[in-house]
Each structure stands twice: as C-alpha cells, then as structure tokens.
C-alpha cells in the first residue's frame, strides 16, 4: 500500500514562511492534499493538486510537487499564529482510498 | 458551510464492551468513511460505505467492526467487543461522489479510550 512520510514538528516565527514537507511511495497517486487539524476540530481540507501539476497557489498557500522525486510541499506565506495546528498530507491513489502521513504539528512562536 | 459532525466527542469503554460511533454525514452526500488514527501513529482509513453497503474496507476492519446508515442521517461504527487497542481517534468523512478528485468532508472525530 502507499506510504506517505511527513516530518513531526515544525516551529516557525510568526510572519515569515513555513515548508511542510511530504514524501509518498505509489507513483500511481493521483490527487494529493493537504489537510489542516485545529484543537478540537476535524481535517479541514486545504487545498489539492492534481498530479499531472507541479504547482498550485491559493493566497498564501502554494503546493509544489516533484512527481519524480514523489515530493509535496505546502508552504504557507507570512504565517500567522492561527496557522498553528497539525497539517496532514493524504494521497489518494486509484483505489479511491486516502493514505495520511502521520501530521506535522507547526507551532508559530512570536 | 455544511459540515460533518460525530457525537460523541469523547467515549469511554471497558474492554470487552459495545460501542457505537454516530456520525451525521453532509446532507447531501452519497459516500461515506470512516478513518481512525491512533495516537502518533497515521490517520488510517477503514471502512467506505454507499448504497447501503460497504464498497471497501481495510484489513483493520474485521468481525468486530460493521457500520450502518439505520436513517438517512445517521452513519454509525460498531465495534462489538473493544480492546485495548482500539483506543483511537476515529473520524467520519462524506463525499458526494467517489471520482479520484473528489474531497472528503471530515468530521472533528470521536475520542475513544478503551481501559
């Protein structure tokens, strides 16, 4: 099955740029997402791409893929202490299925 | 914005107990999951449910799990006889299609602590 590998922690100074990176095994992936977990609250989704892209911006999200490399990053420009939660990378491959790596918990310090 | 919500929040079993996980899907939406994730360990999924039936399940989802849609509302998560290691968070997700660019709406899960 797909393995999807993210770092754990992430500590980032408010206003400057945070990189979340993820690696996944099954080149047959098809969409990759990034979701976003708050206290208490479920997976938000952020946002998408599609694996025939390299890049996506949505204000200050921008997801790059290295379909060689088997590569996703999400960076988030100018970070703000509400962008401190746990972000989840899943990949979803033709069996529909979502695989998750382990979350990577960003804590924005002032 | 419609959302996913699972109650309780929080459940507390003895092992060797019964119990059931609700979930009140998005209204309009036809698939649905259940994903679980255990402490520091990844989100897994379990179960995908359509049509009355379970359309996929993981190898984590044995004879002591089943789900059910007993309303048009409600989407539940049996587990018969809970061990230890079932203590997990456990997330309920809808979607309104299962094409490969569909997104999946989740809930914000059910604690569950086995002792």
């Known amino acids: 099955g797909e393995d999807v590998e993210q770092s754990l922690f992430l500590s980032v100074r408010e206003g400057d740029s945070s990189v979340i990176n993820c690696t996944y095994t099954d080149s047959s992936s098809t969409y990759l997402y990034w979701y976003k977990q708050e206290p208490g609250a479920g997976l938000q989704l952020l946002t998408y791409i599609f694996s025939n892209m390299d890049m996506k911006q949505d204000q200050r999200l921008t997801v790059l893929l290295n379909k060689k490399d088997k590569h996703l990053s999400l960076r988030i420009a100018d970070t703000q202490t509400g962008d401190s939660a746990i972000y989840f990378c899943a990949v979803r491959s033709n069996d529909y299925k979502l695989s998750f790596g382990a979350g990577t918990t960003v804590t924005v310090r002032a | 914005e419609p959302e996913v919500t699972q109650t309780p929040s929080h459940q507390v079993t003895q092992m060797g107990q019964e119990v059931i996980l609700r979930c009140v899907p998005i209204?309009?939406?036809?698939?649905f999951y259940w994903y679980r994730q255990i402490l520091g360990q990844k989100v897994e999924f379990l179960v995908s449910f359509y049509n009355n039936e379970i359309s996929e399940k993981s190898e984590i989802f044995d004879d002591q799990f089943s789900v059910e849609r007993p309303d048009g509302s409600n989407f539940t998560l049996k587990i018969r006889s809970t061990k230890l290691e079932d203590s997990a968070m456990y997330f309920c997700?809808?979607?309104?299609?299962?094409?490969?660019?569909?997104?999946?709406?989740f809930g914000s899960g059910t604690q569950l602590s086995v002792l």
């Open positions: 209204s309009n939406h036809l698939y």
């Open positions: 997700a809808s979607s309104s299609n299962r094409g490969l660019s569909e997104k999946l709406f």
